[in-house]
């Protein structure tokens, strides 16, 4: 009886093993999905970059300025 409650705990810890590596991999793909995400935006959109970094080097100067 305690070899096979063992070895449905061995089962057990192997389980939440492999779990726990597919979300850690889930959690790697979906950052590798969101840095793409990014980088296509700034592909598609360099406009609104340009802009963003347009403003913040309007506020920078504006401050040394004064």
Do not use: C, I
Request: glycine share 2%; no cysteine; proline share 2%.
């Amino acid at each position: 009886k305690q070899q096979e409650e063992n070895a449905a705990r061995k089962r057990s810890v192997e389980d939440l093993k492999r779990e726990l590596e597919r979300l850690e991999e889930l959690k790697r793909l979906n950052s590798a999905r969101a840095r793409l995400q990014v980088y296509d935006e700034g592909e598609f959109y360099p406009e609104h970059e340009l802009k963003s970094q347009n403003t913040e080097l309007s506020t920078v100067m504006q401050a040394t300025n004064q």
